[in-house]
């Protein structure tokens, strides 16, 4: 038996990326997953990929009237809800002379606001069942990144964020905390290859070569750290910010 047999889980930004490598682990391990993603056709996909009983839906993490129906439904098609992770995300880099108010706007709406939004419409079923997973995707990058005013505020932000909801939702059975991955072989960090000119294999191994463990990293080791944070193996840690970065930070 996995350890999410009978939890019903919710992934936001899951159709591609770091959610559906979260997505396909829980779903390994037990759970019934909802696939919350802003592509509508993407999230049917990724669910119907995942096997019979999961769930594919299409949420605006940032609109609040979104983020309620999604929920709601999460729990009367899949009977319930009891891990939550906050992964949804977008970026706009740019230096600050150059960046716009909707690029920041966006960033932040997305990965705060979002998460924010999320993690309330879940809290209202968590705290009368005093039980609860919630993870939140961090970064590296909150603790500053040339070109990423943006997304670095917005990433620390969830830093705190996670961090209170640990005071706040402890007392009632929800542990919530975070995960700061490093450079992590996707598509979002294979457009920032495309950006720079560079060809993907090429940054990735410009990437490993500055990290202690000399790879880089993938969507299954973010989705190994989440799977952990959300057991009950993990019942006495929260408001926690976990690097999953190959020892990056160590040497920047």
Known sequence: MGRFEGRVAVITGAARG???????RFVEEGARVAVLDLDEAAASQAAQELGEGHLGICCDVSDSAAVDAAVERVVAELGGLHILVNNAGVTRDNLLFKMSEDDWDLVMGVHLKGAFLMTRAAQRHFVPQRYGKIVNLSSVSALGNRGQANYAAAKMGVQGFTRTLGIELGPYGVNANAIAPGFIATEMTDATAARLGVPVEELRARTAERNPVRRVGFP?????????????EASYITGQTLYVDGGAKLVS
Do not use: T, V
Request: charged residues 20%; hydrophobic residues 50%.
């Open 220 to 232: 299954e080791d973010i989705a190994a750290a989440a799977a952990f944070l959300c057991s009950d």
């Open 18 to 24: 770091i959610g559906n490598g979260c997505a396909r």
